[in-house]
């Protein structure tokens, strides 16, 4: 019972990464979450992605995490994809087949740490892509500076021509500009299937990786409408615009995409915004100190005298 | 609803670690697992650990783990720990209470990789002992080999300081004699608490181990009865006598510790010995070919000079 | 025969981390080195680190590693710090007794990635500093991105404590802010001896590290004189306009981290100033494209509008 | 001016790894050296490996690196390999050179531990093989469990097809009895050059290693006698007593394999046979401790029942 208006290999835009809202006591958030989901309603985003790293995934229960997958598919009208990833293919493919019965669009999977070799990864999305099943969609997920696990351009179009259903790349390699020319590349030659190429990594290269020839983003920035409008801009071919509107954001997303403490700063906008009750997260996690809170609030004023969305409308 | 004869500080012995069995498609063979507990009731171990990394357990989904531990603890009369180490705390606590409501003897807790420094190993274990609860006995696994992370005689000292229900460790650091040399030090002048230290890593060490201080085994070699033997030799100082029954299986003890398919043999002997119906793991797993299996077979004919307990009955 | 205006534990400012210049073929190009080092001496920094990771050390021989840093040492009046990181002791001590003999200001020492606890570190930094000798002054070079290695600030204090020789760290942690914060706090407390804090990872945060304590930068970014003014406009309490500089250049800042293809980039803007006569790094190196080359040469061009020194005044 | 009778991709037989001799102050013990020299002319040994990990290089400076070696090629007749691996290729250009003019047969290679994708590692050993030139034979070492490098037999067959001065593999993954029966697969089906395969990893899988392929050993076990035995005994057919003479060593090997530890307890038999006037490593080092040597002196005990050649002669 899939959605209509799954995801494809030609997809552009941008899928935000969704946060999962925890209050103070480590519960999950149900009305913040509800909140949020109708903030990307009106966001413009063109789908959203789940339970990633960044959604807190690892920290919840197996039931927590259908429950909130099936809340962000019920309450939207746009495709969800659902972090999948797992320590092994069981639990993978529990997770899987109950959130595509909720209506999800499809998955994502990173890579376990332990990988090494250009046949072991290969190998492993083989294996990931019977377990879910080739009927459902897939994005490979390609972050070495978390997972250390360095996938070639060559790798990926191994895992492309290998697995139908492996539609999406969200790209975040760093660096990364030549690995999407190479990919596109590929395509162009005929020797790979079309991904559809959503860059993460904070959105820190967002301003060339469209150029590149990337079809958007797939990330959590706290300003998911700079993101829509960038890509936009670009997508028109307002090069000057984009990158203006980008270099405005720039400082900010610089200093949300700190490992460790970047969730922190992003759950503090989304609070300060009026989105989430708190920017609490569940433990373990990292700390926000007084003096980072006032750093971000120095930098979202800075940033509302480029663009008025940062001006924050209420005292917290 | 604990069991009577739950683990200590004090426990000496043998605690086997348990394989989980599978049929050749993958699904959990329930009628190994019986005849392989009982098996175990008749070896002379004092417990048993299920649910390790060599039991297959990141492959299981939630119910089944549930299901295979609650087994062991029915139809056992030692104590039985069960490995709870996961990527978040939520998931560890929920396997937790099911398995403790079921009667387990405790839980077993490795550190995530991504853990470096002494603060967030010793962080780490006072979070997973709030989730776990108070009331809960663990096991430290201490296996830098496999988990990259390396906790010092003082960090395990922390540890057992910060956490009353911190009982025992299983010790696999390699090298690691000094380690246990150095701990029993720090009880000896009262800094620490005592720890029952049971040795892991396929036992190649135990000959020493158990001379050092070790209290005993916690190992998965396919025959628990001369880690039973070998450590009730020790113990009752016939040094000589325990030293040949170890040297008699050492080829095979290191060719079983080979990391990939350490488990795929650990299996086959089983099956070879009546126990399994399979040497099937779940996937992914090591693959043995026939070669491999004719070193094993090589082997354990070598070892039947020895002992007797290596001469196979039967035809595979 | 130390030069004047040796470091200390109060040395503020900005130590530029310098390339070494190579021709097509390979061969250090010493008449860009003597133009490089001009460069710098009207730059405004206050020191320079040489043959650091970015000064492609492990590259050099031996011998050239040493006449290069002589170089610097005779053609400049302001210290020079001397990267001295090796695989084992005997070339760490080698390297220091030439550079010093020559007159360098000390050496900078990074751990090797081999080291995981907090007494490895402390102990490593203990043979470090004896083999170099007391009278060394040397620079802590904290980067885990790179390394490996964690560095906690009670580990960072316990060198400290006890390498009196250790005059200065390299910060380049990353998230870094609040641990600039907590090492400031142990001096406020007497419990740590001060140290210099200079900053690197390009520049990225160095906006905020001046406002947490840190006493300057010492990074490689291709434009030191905006390092400087930043430095200065901050020490000044000129926030607004410290910020501003920093905005502006921020974009190309982040472009230049990239790591494999950062220094190529950095050495591609000296080419365009001027101040090298190749991009040319020795083997192995970062490829830089045309589309590369035309992404830096568009973001001087946006950069331009804010700092006239990002005006290319002849062509490429 | 190389020696008569250098190595070859058919070499067989036992090349030992060699340790360094130290006095106790740290200096280069060259007494020991010449005695050690003396004693391996004597073992029986096809060639020698110096200057590799074991052989404390990256704790000498280059000038002792060099004068080691071309003592070691003096004084022998077989061929001397010597190890070159560096962190860049200036130095090892700079040292094969300097031991190829002095006699050396060939260099050993080992990748560096930032390696991760194939084509990194085929990239890497395309570069090293320019730097020391096409007529330097060089030996690949495989040893993933110490660099963190895993080699595919698929990459080490790009490597061998690649450079035709690659002749030899130093195999020591772990495990690795398949890559051994994979790459001779290869060979035999003409899809990749002939390679030397002497294996190390202390010797740990001989017994099979040869079964499978393997042309002997390159480790530095303590008594380099029972290696030339075992490979002999297996070259000659003779299965059951080559196992018998390898498992009599067996638990002395398995001891002296212990990373960070092993080399002490090789230098400690070293000199406990009269070779090495001390068991002294250059700082730093593992210590061994009065229990560690009891334990060794009560393994050789032992082991002299089975092998007189483990007889002490002397009190120590």
């Given amino acids: 019972m899939a959605k209509a208006g799954a ?32 903030f990307y309603n009106e966001s413009g985003v063109d789908g959203l992605t789940v339970l990633g790293q960044l959604g807190e995934a690892p920290k919840l229960s197996a039931e927590e995490a259908v429950r909130i997958a099936t809340r962000f598919v019920e309450r939207t009208t746009f495709p969800i994809i659902v972090g999948a990833s797992a320590p092994g293919f069981a639990a993978m493919q529990a997770l899987t087949a109950a959130v595509m019965d909720a209506g999800a669009a499809g998955v994502m999977i990173a890579p376990p740490v332990s990988l090494r070799t250009d046949d072991q990864i290969v190998g492993y999305y083989a294996g990931a892509s019977a377990a879910i099943g080739a009927e459902t969609p897939f994005v490979i997920q390609d972050y070495p500076l978390t997972f250390s696990v360095v996938m070639t351009p060559q790798v990926i179009r191994r895992i492309a ?106 759950k503090y906008v989304f609070a300060r915004r009026g989105v989430l009750a708190s920017a609490a997260q569940r433990s373990p996690s990292g700390r926000m100190t007084e003096t980072t809170k006032a750093e971000v609030d120095y930098l979202l004023e800075r940033l509302s005298h480029h663009d008025p969305r940062a001006k924050m409308s209420r005292e917290h």
Same sequence: chains 1, 2, 3, 4.
């Fill in 161 to 266: 021509l290998e697995n139908d259903n492996a539609l999406m790349l969200k790209h975040e390699d760093w660096p990364g500009l030549e690995k999407i020319t190479t990919l596109r590349g590929y395509e162009a030659d005929g020797s790979m299937p079309r991904l559809s190429i959503l860059c993460g990594n904070g959105g820190l290269f967002l301003d060339f990786e469209t150029e590149r020839g990337a079809d958007g983003a797939m990330t959590g920035y706290c300003f998911p409408e700079m993101l829509v409008d960038t890509v936009a801009l670009a997508a028109a071919g307002n090069r000057d615009a984009a990158h203006d509107l980008f270099d405005a954001h720039l400082p900010l997303i610089r200093y949300e995409q700190q490992p460790g403490i970047g969730l922190a700063v992003r």
């Fill in 7 to 38: 995801f494809s290999r030609s997809t552009a835009g941008v899928y935000a990464i969704a946060p999962t809202p925890f209050l103070e006591d480590g519960a999950v958030d149900y009305v913040s979450l509800d909140r949020l989901i109708e």
